[in-house]
């Protein structure tokens, strides 16, 4: 199963939130980075050889990606982004914008066959931007994470791509509830996750594989599961 993470609007936290979908999946999980910032919110230190964005530009075989992957703990490994001789990338548009329809289904055919050969799942995480659509008919499942701003679900509202589940980072004193963002999306929310900042102390220390939140966790695991 292939899971793909996305925010219409920056600062939604998708990449924290997709990296912690990850870490609590009870089965085998490879944590996909299209977005550049997932090894930084790991604690991990920047790839020193190409990445999953740089292999999408180019024209190599799909066994090119088994040597890319990294182990994260004992159960989650990373296809980290990279772009070029740059540490991590730049946005997901602006570098996965030329990707040829067929080579996102050479992808996700290689995540379909990790998923098998693992009996695990796959997380990828877009980051902040519209997903290419032949990226998104291709996945099983497409989770927009939003935080109930209404200038984030007008946005998500006016996108060609339809999540097929919402993930509502909670922030206290917002007038939008859980039903108003399924209204506004036409998807049901599937998980909540209250803002907070011991997940970005958490973060700020590398230390989000051990240190988020029990109550955080739990909630991502029901879904996760």
């Given at each position: 199963?292939?899971?793909?993470c996305?925010?219409?609007?920056?600062?939604?936290?998708?990449?924290?939130?997709?990296?912690?979908?990850?870490?609590?999946?009870?089965?085998?999980?490879?944590?996909?980075?299209?977005?550049?910032?997932?090894?930084?919110?790991?604690?991990?230190?920047?790839?020193?050889?190409?990445?999953?964005v740089?292999?999408?530009?180019?024209?190599?075989?799909?066994?090119?990606?088994?040597?890319?992957?990294?182990?994260v703990?004992?159960?989650?490994?990373?296809?980290?982004?990279?772009?070029g001789?740059?540490?991590?990338?730049?946005?997901?548009?602006?570098?996965?914008?030329?990707v040829?329809p067929?080579?996102?289904?050479?992808?996700?055919?290689?995540?379909?066959?990790?998923?098998?050969?693992?009996?695990g799942?796959?997380?990828?995480?877009?980051?902040?931007?519209?997903p290419?659509?032949?990226?998104?008919e291709?996945?099983?499942?497409?989770?927009?994470?939003?935080?109930?701003?209404?200038?984030?679900?007008?946005?998500?509202?006016?996108s060609?791509?339809?999540?097929?589940g919402?993930?509502v980072?909670?922030?206290?004193?917002?007038?939008?509830?859980?039903?108003?963002?399924?209204?506004?999306l036409?998807?049901?929310?599937?998980?909540?996750?209250?803002?907070d900042?011991?997940?970005?102390?958490?973060v700020d220390?590398?230390l989000?594989?051990?240190?988020?939140?029990?109550?955080?966790?739990?909630?991502?695991?029901r879904?996760?599961?």
């Amino acid at each position: 199963m292939v899971t793909l993470c996305w925010a219409a609007k920056g600062g939604s936290g998708t990449t924290v939130v997709t990296t912690l979908f990850a870490l609590e999946a009870p089965r085998p999980t490879l944590l996909v980075d299209l977005a550049g910032e997932t090894p930084a919110v790991l604690g991990l230190p920047d790839p020193d050889r190409p990445g999953v964005v740089d292999w999408l530009r180019g024209s190599g075989a799909a066994t090119q990606l088994d040597d890319l992957v990294v182990d994260v703990d004992a159960s989650t490994a990373l296809l980290p982004c990279r772009v070029g001789g740059a540490p991590t990338g730049p946005t997901t548009g602006s570098a996965t914008e030329a990707v040829t329809p067929a080579r996102w289904g050479e992808l996700i055919a290689w995540l379909d066959s990790w998923a098998q050969q693992h009996s695990g799942t796959v997380w990828v995480d877009h980051g902040t931007g519209v997903p290419s659509a032949a990226l998104a008919e291709l996945v099983q499942h497409r989770l927009l994470v939003t935080r109930p701003c209404y200038l984030a679900l007008r946005r998500a509202a006016a996108s060609p791509i339809r999540p097929t589940g919402v993930v509502v980072v909670s922030e206290a004193r917002r007038s939008l509830g859980a039903r108003d963002i399924e209204r506004s999306l036409g998807a049901p929310v599937v998980a909540t996750i209250p803002f907070d900042p011991h997940i970005a102390r958490a973060v700020d220390a590398g230390l989000l594989v051990t240190r988020a939140p029990f109550t955080v966790r739990r909630e991502l695991r029901r879904f996760a599961a």
